[in-house]
């Protein structure tokens, strides 16, 4: 599995002026980011927060792919997107836009999503939401914001009853969990996985969605990821990066195609989301990989 980056790690890979932070005032299991961007398209790897995105201003269309799915929205003011825990993604918008981020934790959403099923959870999921309203969201998202910027006195208690609220919120309309099973997950069959291996790689040029690597082996989506982390120790979408990089090197190594041809047949959205995923896993871009390989 992929590491984690952390909400203190995010400006790196999504470049913007931070206009208010909760770093530093000792909050517990949440946290607030608030930020002006510019247009931007960024890939960002799996975080260990949950995070909600809170739109304050600018109107701007919003692409956005998660595990592999696209999905694209006008996002407005009053507007809020979810991103679960754990799951890469893949941002795109085009006009300056102001926002701010609440982060939730692991330990939260888990100890919220025990007391309220009264069960032991193995994981928690958000919804893939990207553009929504709810008042109850934006009201809580809005008064954690505020506890940021003014500091009153008992901020830590305040924003940690806050944000339980906000937990059980999410949990009850925009969440699903698994729960630990008696038995530990087992592994998937070698026939299963030749068959799953050879489903992505005749249909890496397109978007391969795990709903549909799933239904190729006849499994429920949890299921499938559950039995798939156990088998290969990675998640689905990272597998399948893995393999249209791999596809990518060998065509710019072997063969006379342009960069943009290479792109489309591995499945990457253009050259450049291709040049940026082959700079972070291989430290090398394109060109430069099929100079030294003399192509």
């Not at 981020?101 to 959403?109: Q, V």
């Not at 925009?174 to 069959?189: E, H, I, K, M, N």
């Not at 005749?202 to 391969?208: P, T, Y």
């Amino acid at each position: 599995m992929a590491n984690l980056i952390s909400p203190r790690d995010l400006p790196t890979w999504v470049p913007g002026r931070i206009t208010s932070a909760s770093d530093g005032l000792g909050w517990k299991n949440v946290g607030h980011r608030a930020y002006r961007y510019t247009g931007l398209d960024v890939p960002i790897p799996p975080m260990d927060h949950f995070m909600v995105v809170r739109y304050h201003a600018g109107d701007t269309p919003m692409d956005r792919c998660v595990e592999g799915r696209w999905s694209r929205k006008r996002c407005t003011p009053g507007d809020f997107s979810l991103l679960t825990r754990s799951a890469p993604s893949h941002w795109h918008w085009t006009q300056c836009i102001e926002v701010s981020h609440t982060y939730l934790s692991e330990a939260l959403m888990s100890r919220v999503a025990s007391d309220v099923t009264e069960r032991t959870v193995a994981e928690v999921q958000l919804h893939d939401v990207l553009q929504a309203q709810d008042p109850a969201v934006t009201h809580i998202v809005d008064a954690i914001t505020l506890e940021a910027r003014q500091r009153g006195l008992g901020g830590s208690l305040y924003v940690e009853a806050l944000s339980i609220q906000l937990a059980v919120h999410l949990f009850r309309k925009y969440a699903r969990c698994t729960f630990q099973d008696a038995q530990p997950v087992g592994p998937l069959s070698p026939t299963r996985v030749r068959r799953l291996e050879e489903y992505i790689e005749s249909h890496l040029h397109e978007g391969i969605t795990i709903e549909k690597m799933a239904e190729t082996l006849g499994l429920g989506v949890w299921t499938f990821t559950r039995h798939f982390r156990a088998t290969l120790g990675c998640s689905p979408y990272e597998f399948v990066m893995g393999r249209r990089v791999e596809r990518a090197a060998r065509l710019l190594a072997s063969r006379g195609l342009a960069i943009k041809e290479v792109a489309a047949m591995c499945g990457f959205a253009d050259q450049a989301h291709l040049t940026r995923v082959l700079r972070a896993r291989l430290g090398t871009t394109p060109a430069r990989l099929r100079k030294d390989n003399g192509a």
